[in-house]
């Protein structure tokens, strides 16, 4: 029943009451019930009652300003008054209060007409998330009730939308966006507030806000949920058909069988009030409450087949419904299915009610039965290999090791036919790059390979420069001869048809360092500005005779200089001098660095390519001389003279 929330914050206790099945109504076991749960027969002054199987403390009458409406009937065709067998003198009406519950709350009646003019399916609902976060009711640890629990709950709302008078599958609250982003089982503990849980012969609520923008607020609908065994779908077997012991044959037929079986599950056990409630009113027979069709499917590599004697789910390409009867402890069902096989490996999956291992499609969403707890035994495959057609590439290997730019590098690839069969004209790629990506040398060796046979194909290339270079081969690259090799390159996969190895081509141990040599350090002089200095020198540390072009930048406190030269053999150093002009005492920072010019040569030991020093400006005052002595040692020497 749709409520507005008239207030900012509703503190929720203790709101439902408690059911079993008419059926099951005698005195005997609602005594044993009530005995198990600790509730006593009466309360407030009230007798405990059954209504519509729910255990309520007293009549709609012992509510204060309790109102009646006219109604629908219920599932039996009911009004409140022909339901609890007593004239109350509103026929064809339902009471908004049932009577009391066990902590003296009114009992809702979810029968009673909503009080929002219009209603709305639970899919088109803006649900609140964690309501329990927004002050609408008590705060809930979700994971503090069991996942059978919530299974049972799922099971509630999955339906719900039928007893609104929305009968569609697209209506549910399985296909609301907030509630479809995952497991529908665990999405729906950040949205539903569970007021009591459900247990044997126990009804439990839940209650959840969502806003009305049309109606101008935020509503609430109490929906109570019924105890009830939840099923376990399960693929038990799958038999491909082929006779133990042989490989697959390309063009053979095939009919494979498959087991399904669905029984309850029987977790629920564990709990010891569960089990007492249960053996209670089920005389401890565990079975299936009720009849299910759920969607299955079988797949022969990744293509789902068709299947025999079973209805197709609408709208779904060799989709099909796995019906069960309801009341018994096991449903077994056989199906069978025709498949020929192309010749190579063979992977038969087969998926009841579940989207994991991707068997089933997306769309079959809306047909599952979320109430399952578990889905760990929804699928089963069966792998065979067929007649395995497999080229790879086993070794690389190249010499010398490392190369050196300009010499001839010398490679051996190592392929191998892993089949029963022989190939002609098959074809290995190889590919030599640079450190860049850059390609180098490339070609197609084309050899026979027998079935079994390992041959070794050579090949060469002349590196250019130094550095890192990667090769690698790839046998069948077109993945046409043959088109249906196993094992293959596809994407990112690293099929064994390829493989690729580094190679080092190592240069000349060409090696020059940079040094700074101020004119002095720190520099202490009475000159304000101080025109400082310091030479930079650029030598060789190897004994090679090339000359090797340099670029030399030297950047600091005196700017930026770039100078580009070409460095004779070892012997003739190069040198720059670098200027600062100083005017305020203080550190000046100069830094040198020489690279090679172009990519025709590299430096072996790059960290003396850099170099760096402070200098100290000290300005010094000349001293102070008296004017009055200089006069005296001017007028004395005049004397003497």
């Given at each position: ?341 192309d010749g190579g490996p063979v992977k ?99 050899t026979n390979l027998a079935a079994g ?189």
């Amino acid at each position: 029943m749709l409520r507005k929330l008239i207030a900012a914050f509703v503190l929720l206790t203790l709101l439902a009451g408690f059911s079993f099945s008419e059926a099951q109504a005698g005195e005997d076991k609602l005594q044993k019930v009530l005995q198990i749960n600790g509730l006593p027969a009466e309360r407030w002054g009230l007798q405990a009652r059954l209504d519509r199987g729910q255990i309520v403390y007293g009549l709609p009458t012992d509510i204060d300003s309790n109102d009646w409406k006219p109604a629908p009937p219920d599932a039996d065709g009911n009004d409140w008054q022909k339901a609890n067998g007593m004239d109350l003198g509103h026929p064809g009406e339902e009471p908004r209060y049932l009577g009391k519950t066990i902590d003296g709350s009114d009992f809702t009646n979810e029968l009673f007409p909503m009080d929002a003019p219009d209603q709305i399916a639970p899919a088109q609902r803006d649900m609140i998330f964690q309501p329990w976060y927004e002050n609408y009711c008590a705060l809930q640890n979700s994971n503090s009730y069991s996942d059978q629990t919530w299974s049972i709950i799922a099971k509630t709302l999955q339906t719900y939308n039928k007893r609104i008078g929305y009968p569609g599958a697209e209506d549910s609250f399985t296909n609301n966006p907030a509630l479809k982003s995952g497991d529908f089982n665990v999405t729906i503990r950040d949205y539903f507030k569970v007021l009591t849980e459900p247990e044997p012969g126990l009804t439990g609520t839940v209650r959840h806000w969502h806003n009305r923008s049309d109606l101008g607020g935020v509503y609430y609908e109490t929906i109570t949920v019924k105890w009830d065994v939840i099923p376990d779908f399960i693929v038990e077997s799958i038999d491909p058909g082929v006779p133990k012991g042989e490989k697959v044959q390309k063009g053979k037929k095939y009919t494979g069988k498959v087991v399904l079986k669905t029984k309850p599950d029987s977790s629920f056990l564990s709990s010891p009030k569960t089990k007492e409630l249960f053996d209670v009113l089920e005389g401890g027979k565990v079975k299936l409450s009720q009849d299910y069709a759920v969607p299955f499917g079988v797949a022969i590599n990744g293509q789902l087949v068709q299947l025999k004697n079973l209805q197709p789910v609408p709208d779904l390409t060799n989709v099909y419904w796995y019906s069960v009867k309801g009341n018994k402890a096991e449903d077994t069902l056989e199906v069978t299915f025709d498949w020929t096989s192309d010749g190579g490996p063979v992977k038969i999956g087969a998926a009841v009610n579940t989207l994991l291992e991707n068997t089933l499609p997306q769309e079959a969403w809306n047909d599952m039965d979320w109430s399952e707890l578990t889905n760990t035994n929804n699928t089963k495959f069966a792998e065979l290999q067929g007649e395995v057609k497999n080229l790879k590439v086993t070794d690389i290997t190249l010499s010398p090791e490392p190369g050196q730019p300009g010499q001839l590098t010398s490679g051996v690839i190592t392929v191998k036919n892993d089949s029963e069969m022989g190939f002609a004209n098959v074809e290995t790629l190889w590919r030599a790059r640079r450190l860049d990506g850059t390609v180098l040398a490339e070609n197609t060796i084309v050899t026979n390979l027998a079935a079994g046979e390992q041959k070794t194909l050579p090949f060469s290339f002349t590196p250019d420069l130094a550095g890192e270079y990667s090769v690698a081969a790839m046998i069948n690259p077109d993945h046409s001869n043959p088109p249906d090799e196993v094992n293959f390159l596809s994407g990112d996969w690293p099929g064994d048809n390829r493989m690729e190895v580094p190679y080092t081509v190592k240069g000349k141990d060409y090696d020059i360092k940079v040094q700074i040599i101020p004119g002095m350090n720190p520099w202490s002089t009475t000159d304000n500005p101080a025109y400082m200095w310091a030479t930079v020198i650029v030598s060789r540390k190897d004994e090679l005779p090339e000359t090797l072009p340099v670029r030399l930048t030297i950047s600091g406190d005196g700017g930026t200089v770039v100078k580009t030269f070409d460095l004779p053999p070892k012997g003739s150093p190069y040198e720059y001098e670098y200027n600062i002009t100083a005017s305020v005492p203080g550190y000046y920072n100069v830094e040198a660095q020489a690279w090679p010019f172009d990519d025709s040569w590299t430096d072996v030991y790059p960290p003396d390519n850099v170099d760096s020093v402070t200098i100290e400006y000290i300005h010094n005052k000349p001293p102070e001389i008296q004017d009055d002595k200089l006069h005296g040692e001017i007028i004395d020497s005049e004397k003497h003279w």
